[in-house]
């Protein structure tokens, strides 16, 4: 990364070699040896199972806070499962506000894990934000299935009255 930021004559890029996480500190990151460019490598065990090794680890609200971003227009999320401690953890930290729109790669039921997509989804609903789901599982009635599901999540000055309830 350090090389094509150099090449492309990237300005204000700024690369940190760590996985991102919930917290700051160290945190065992799964890897495949024999694949070092996979693109299951995860801190997730159940997500790439073949050779455990230590990283740093660092929070997004902590970078966030250390550089004293007040905006970020776009943030693109795909880190393998991790998802879910870093998004709750910029919630934590009332970042939210921060961020006007993201790109998330959501990893969904990675090895028969729980589902945690409504608690996730629920925590940009509770902040304002808006969002548009792309999931492809086929065939529809599989179990456990792993999904990739892409989300593009917003905020949207449309405010728009709920749809009245039969009862109402």
């Known amino acids: 990364m350090k090389r094509n930021v150099v090449r492309n004559k990237l300005t204000d890029?700024?690369?940190?070699?760590?996985?991102?996480?919930?917290?700051?500190?160290?945190?065992?990151?799964?890897?495949?040896?024999?694949?070092?460019?996979?693109?299951?490598?995860?801190?997730?065990?159940?997500?790439?199972?073949?050779?455990?090794?230590?990283?740093?680890?660092?929070?997004l609200s902590s970078l966030i806070c250390e550089r004293e971003i007040s905006r970020i227009e776009y943030m693109k999320i795909d880190i393998e499962g991790s998802e879910n401690e870093v998004i709750f953890d910029l919630d934590k930290n009332n970042l939210l506000k921060n961020i006007e729109k993201f790109g998330i790669e959501y990893h969904h039921k990675i090895n028969g894990h729980n589902s945690r997509l409504g608690e996730f989804l629920e925590i940009f609903e509770k902040n304002k934000f808006e969002y548009q789901v792309d999931a492809k599982c086929i065939p529809i009635s599989v179990e456990n299935k792993f999904q990739d599901i892409l989300l593009y999540v917003y905020r949207s000055g449309l405010l728009i009255d709920p749809i009245p309830s039969d009862t109402e």
Do not use: Q, W, Y
């Open 13 to 59: 890029v700024h690369v940190f070699n760590c996985a991102l996480s919930g917290k700051n500190g160290t945190i065992d990151f799964f890897v495949d040896s024999k694949n070092p460019g996979s693109l299951m490598m995860s801190t997730i065990k159940e997500r790439m199972s073949k050779d455990k090794i230590t990283v740093d680890s660092i929070s």
